[in-house]
């Protein structure tokens, strides 16, 4: 596992890391021209404060507690994306995260450019208000005790879809729900283009009850 802990400020000329880059370090403050992280990337503790050009990270991205506010350029993470109380207020240009993301009690409300998730999508505690881009989730997106308002894009979540209490009043392009659809007290007052739900659909306390 490669480290880099010297005192070096600045990352330069390097395009692809095929090992993981874990702790940069307290001097780092630049990643340069870095542009792709085949294995994990862990900032926490670091200075670093924008990804720069970095566009994608092979397996976890982790930005809990760091310092980073910016994704950069950043378009794809192989594996998952872990933001809880981290800095970052818009995922940018990322669309592709190949497993799950962590927003809970992180400053994310916007979810910029994201379209694919592999497989859930934690959204319980955040400050996100709508789905935005988002087309295409593998597992569960669980929305409890969140500011959810609006689904966006989303066409497919291949799990369970929670929007219980949320403030949710359509289900805008959402064909298809692989396990169960919880709509227990929100105002959704139509299915819209709902095709299929391979589980339970909770319809208590709503006016499709």
Do not use: C, P, W
Not at 10 to 19: A, V
Not at 91 to 96: D, H, T, V, W, Y
């Amino acid at each position: 596992m490669l480290k880099i802990t010297h005192s070096l400020n600045r990352i330069n000329s390097i395009t692809l890391l095929l090992l993981s880059v874990i702790s940069l370090g307290s001097q780092v403050e630049d990643l340069g021209d870095l542009e792709s992280v085949g294995g994990d990337f862990d900032l926490v503790g670091s200075k670093i404060k924008s990804l720069g050009k970095l566009k994608t990270v092979g397996y976890d991205l982790v930005l809990q507690n760091s310092k980073v506010t910016d994704l950069g350029s950043l378009k794809s993470v192989g594996r998952s994306v872990y933001l809880q109380d981290s800095q970052v207020t818009s995922l940018g240009n990322l669309e592709s995260v190949g497993r799950s993301i962590g927003l809970q009690d992180s400053k994310v409300t916007d979810l910029g450019k994201l379209k694919t998730v592999g497989n859930d999508v934690y959204l319980r505690d955040s400050q996100v208000t709508s789905l935005g881009n988002l087309e295409t989730v593998g597992g569960n997106i669980d929305s409890r005790d969140t500011k959810l308002s609006d689904l966006g894009n989303l066409e497919t979540v291949g799990g369970e879809l929670n929007l219980k209490e949320t403030k949710v009043k359509d289900l805008g392009k959402l064909e298809s729900v692989g396990g169960n659809l919880n709509l227990q007290n929100t105002q959704v007052t139509s299915l819209g283009k709902l095709e299929s739900v391979g589980g339970t659909l909770d319809l208590r306390d709503t006016k499709l009850a």
